[in-house]
């Protein structure tokens, strides 16, 4: 079963998907694209990965901490679906629709 669960809103043309418990080690800053060598902040790698050919990819430091992608058009208010096991209504599958939706598939 396929069920609407909200919106997220994106500002920077790129989500993040993490497990809240690293958001405490988060090292904020801003992104610059003429820095070389090592990400100064985490800021700058989720956006050196979505900047990049790939467009995504796992944010890493020592350990995976979540992954990161750029959307399809930039900024705006996307949809996320759940699908849900029929049984406990427990949440098999996330969805975000960076273009069109479920009824487009």
């Keep these: 079963m396929r069920q609407l669960i909200g919106y997220v809103p994106v500002d920077s043309g790129q989500i993040v998907i993490i497990d809240p418990c690293y958001l405490q080690d988060w090292r904020h800053g801003d992104y610059d694209p003429d820095t070389a060598g090592e990400p100064r902040n985490d800021y700058e790698a989720v956006c050196r990965l ?56």
């Design 50 to 105: 979505t900047v990049g050919d790939s467009n995504f990819g796992e944010i890493e430091r020592g350990t995976v901490h979540g992954v990161a992608s750029r959307t399809a058009y930039g900024d705006g208010v996307y949809p996320v679906y759940a699908e849900l096991d029929r049984v406990g209504g427990r949440p098999l599958k996330l969805t975000i629709y960076f273009e069109g939706g479920p009824d487009d598939e």
